[in-house]
């Protein structure tokens, strides 16, 4: 282009910039979206880990991003007023000035927490692997760990108020869960990964060789 004097076609440095920072942010909003809309997979599992990345992406590019630090707190916002009853059970606080829309509360449903244990690409890597304070980790694998054993019981129709041997079963269903919790933690703190690019699951990644 130079030699055919078509500089103003070409980028700037400033330009160029803009444009890296604008495809960095929106990385992990183009995987979300090309995960969750795939036709034979089921997608709830993904919610939590997704809403949990993206989050804190969006904190990180709001530090380092010199051009588009509008853009970051634009999306922020639109985050936390869709996903902010999520992000509050994960102890995350949520700026009450922030407008609340319809789906905010509807995301505080502890459903969206046991998809993701349940899914085994998961368990609860999601959380290990973040930046959460590990305080705040700990409870809520402890709160996981309850509400996967409490869910069982009631499939199976246990009473563990009232029945002597239910409330064994029930102590050994917990004992398990546990020790799920403790041998996934034992794999992702092992196992921690350097991803060549950015993405929303890179804790899933099987190391290169």
Not at 3 to 8: A, L, M, V
Request: aromatic content about 8%; charged content about 20%.
């Amino acid at each position: 282009m130079n030699e055919q004097k078509k500089t103003e076609s070409l980028l700037s440095t400033k330009d160029l910039a803009v444009l890296r920072e604008f495809i960095s942010i929106f990385t992990l909003f183009a995987e979300a979206t090309t995960r969750t809309q795939a036709e034979q997979s089921i997608s709830i599992s993904l919610v939590g880990p997704s809403i949990l990345a993206i989050y804190y992406d969006l904190e990180n590019e709001s530090r380092i991003c010199k051009h588009t630090k509008s853009l970051c707190h634009a999306l922020m916002t639109s985050l936390l007023a869709r996903f902010g009853g999520f992000l509050l059970d994960l102890e995350i606080p949520v700026d009450d000035h922030v407008k609340h829309r319809n789906t905010f509360n509807l995301f505080s449903d502890d459903i969206f927490l046991v998809a993701s244990f349940l899914d085994g690409q998961f368990r609860l890597r999601w959380i290990i692997q973040s930046a959460l304070p590990l305080d705040t980790k700990d409870r809520l694998c402890e709160k996981i760990k309850n509400l996967v054993a409490l869910w069982a019981f009631q499939l199976i129709g246990c009473n563990t108020d009232n029945q002597d041997g239910n409330v064994t079963q029930a102590e050994a269903t917990t004992s398990t869960v546990g020790n799920v919790l403790l041998c996934t933690k034992d794999i992702c703190d092992g196992g921690g990964l350097t991803p060549k690019r950015k993405s929303l699951f890179s804790y899933c990644e099987a190391p290169q060789n």
